[in-house]
């Protein structure tokens, strides 16, 4: 006899969100992996820094990480 399932984490979206404590979902900016001496280090700081999900976006993600929030 099968148990019934709950919900699963989508893994490849916990790879690339998290949910801060105050709830506000956070993901890393593109555009660091490679060809990055044609950038000037201030805009390669910048992209270092983690960013908020727009508001229209957060409740897509939060519902591929039900154990987050």
Not at 24 to 45: D, F, I, Q, T, W
Request: charged fraction near 35%; hydrophobic fraction near 25%.
């Amino acid at each position: 006899m099968r148990r019934p399932r709950g919900n699963k984490t989508r893994k490849a979206v916990a790879k690339r969100f998290k949910i801060t404590g105050t709830g506000k979902v956070m993901r890393s900016r593109a555009g660091r992996r490679h060809l990055l001496a044609g950038k000037s280090s201030k805009r390669r700081r910048s992209l270092g820094k983690s960013k908020e999900v727009d508001s229209t976006d957060t409740y897509r993600v939060t519902q591929n990480l039900p154990f987050s929030h």
